[in-house]
C-alpha cells in the first residue's frame, strides 16, 4: 500500500488535469464522387483526438469526454456509426463497407471541425485517384467546407537525433512471468530489446537501454532514465502471462484509464500492486493524462503492431495479434514522450513460449519493433538535418 501511495504521489506532482468540456454538434457525409466521400464531425472545441483504425472497414476517433448531440446517421460506404462513452473518453466508430479498400485520410481545419477523406476501392478496378498522392485537391463540399489532401512529404529528420529509450521489464531478483520449462520472463525481453537496439543504432538512432543486464531497476527509476535522456519515444518490453494455458498473442498497450478488466490485470501486474488498488489508480489517471501525448502513443502503438505482425507472420504461422489496447501502467505515466508497453505474447501458452525462446522469433519481433518506430517517425518527425 505504501509503494502505490507513493507512485501516486509522483504521479500528481508529474501532471496536471487538463480534462475538457467538448460537444459534438453534427456528422455529415458528402458524396464527392463514385470513389469518394467526406465525413465532416464539427465541434464546439475540438482540442485533441485520436485516430485508431482496427482493420480495413473498422475505425474509430477517440475525444476527452464528449456530449453528442450529432445524428449518427451512416450514408453512402458507411453502415454504421456507433458511439460508445468510456470513463474517460468517447469514441465514434465508423463501420465501412467490406467489399471495398480503403485510404483513409484526416485533416484538422479549425477548432471545430475534422474532416475524414475517405477513398475507396474495388479489388476489380483501380482508381487513378487512389495513387495520385502527389497533388493537392481543393474540393468544396455541400457544406461550404473544403476538403483538401496534401502531399506526403519525405522525412527529414536526423536520426542521430532522435533518442529512443528502450525498457526490458523487470530484471535481477524480479524474474517478471515464469512460464513453460522455467523460462523467465526478463532474460526473454532482455535479448529482444538488445536485438532491436542493435538495429537502431545501425540505422543511426540513439538508444538508451533502462537496463543492459540482468539487474533491478525500479520503476520510477526507468522513468528518470528515459526523461533524463529526454527521450523522443519509450517502448517498454514485456511477456504476458496467464492461468489459463490457451490464453495466446501479442498485445501493445499505450497509457490510458480503463474499465477493461483484463487490461487492469494486466496493468497491475507491471505496476506490481494488488488488482483492488486499480481502481484508484484508474481514477488519478483520468485526471492526469496529456492528451497530446495520448494520441501520439496511439499512433506509435499501431504502427508498431502493424510492423511487428507483418514480418512475424509469415513465418510464425501461429501468431496470433491481440492488438492495441490501453492501460494505466506507471512506467508510461511519467514518461515526458509517445510511450507504449508491449507483450510479445504469453510465456505460459505452449506455442507461444516455444517462440519466446527461439532466438529467430527474438530477432524478428525485435525488427518488427523497430520498423514501426521507424515507421512512426517517419510520418511525425521532421528535424532539420
Request: with cysteine.
Amino acid at each position: 500500500m505504501k509503494k502505490a501511495t507513493i507512485l501516486i504521489v509522483f504521479l500528481i506532482l508529474l501532471f496536471f488535469s487538463n480534462a475538457l468540456s467538448l460537444t459534438l454538434n453534427s456528422i455529415n457525409i458528402v458524396k464527392i464522387s463514385q470513389t469518394k466521400q467526406t465525413i465532416i464531425l464539427k465541434f464546439d472545441n475540438l482540442e485533441n483526438y485520436t485516430y485508431i483504425r482496427l482493420s480495413n472497414e473498422l475505425f474509430y476517433i477517440g475525444t476527452n469526454n464528449c456530449e453528442v448531440k450529432a445524428n449518427l446517421k451512416p450514408g453512402y460506404n458507411i453502415e454504421n456509426i456507433i458511439l460508445k462513452q468510456l470513463p474517460n473518453q468517447t469514441r465514434i466508430y465508423f463501420k465501412l463497407n467490406k467489399d471495398y479498400k480503403y485510404n483513409i485520410n484526416l485533416s484538422k481545419i479549425n477548432k471545430n471541425t475534422l474532416i475524414i477523406n475517405l477513398i475507396s476501392s474495388d479489388t476489380s478496378q483501380s482508381d487513378d485517384n487512389t495513387i495520385k498522392t502527389a497533388q493537392t485537391n481543393s474540393t468544396q463540399t455541400a457544406n461550404n467546407i473544403p476538403m483538401i489532401i496534401t502531399p506526403v512529404k519525405p522525412p527529414s529528420y536526423n536520426p542521430k537525433n532522435i533518442t529512443i529509450v528502450l525498457d526490458p521489464g523487470h530484471g535481477g531478483k524480479d524474474s517478471g512471468a515464469v512460464g513453460i520449462g522455467g523460462l523467465q520472463e526478463k532474460d526473454v525481453v532482455l535479448n529482444i530489446a538488445k536485438y532491436c537496439a542493435e538495429i537502431l543504432r545501425e540505422k543511426g538512432f540513439k538508444v538508451v537501454m533502462t537496463r543492459d543486464s540482468d539487474v533491478f531497476i525500479p520503476l520510477l527509476q526507468r522513468v528518470k532514465i528515459a526523461n533524463d535522456a529526454k527521450a523522443d519515444l519509450f517502448v517498454s518490453i514485456h511477456a504476458n502471462a496467464s492461468l489459463d494455458p490457451s490464453a495466446k498473442g501479442m498485445e501493445i498497450f499505450f497509457l490510458n484509464a480503463t474499465s477493461n478488466q483484463k487490461a487492469l490485470r494486466i496493468a497491475a501486474v507491471e505496476n506490481d500492486v494488488p488488482i483492488e488498488q486499480m481502481g484508484t489508480i484508474n481514477k488519478i489517471i483520468i485526471s492526469l493524462i496529456n492528451q497530446a501525448k495520448l494520441k501520439e502513443s496511439a499512433i506509435l502503438a499501431k504502427d508498431v503492431d502493424e510492423s511487428i505482425y507483418s514480418i512475424a507472420k509469415p513465418t510464425y504461422p501461429g501468431l496470433i495479434n491481440r492488438g492495441i489496447d490501453q492501460a494505466p501502467f506507471y512506467v508510461l505515466v511519467g514518461t515526458n514522450c509517445p510511450s507504449i508497453l508491449i507483450e510479445t505474447l504469453f510465456i505460459t501458452n505452449p506455442q507461444d513460449n516455444s517462440y519466446l525462446k527461439d532466438t529467430n522469433y527474438q530477432q524478428t519481433i525485435a525488427k518488427g519493433i523497430a520498423l514501426g518506430l521507424i515507421k512512426y517517425l517517419d510520418t511525425t518527425k521532421s528535424i532539420d538535418k
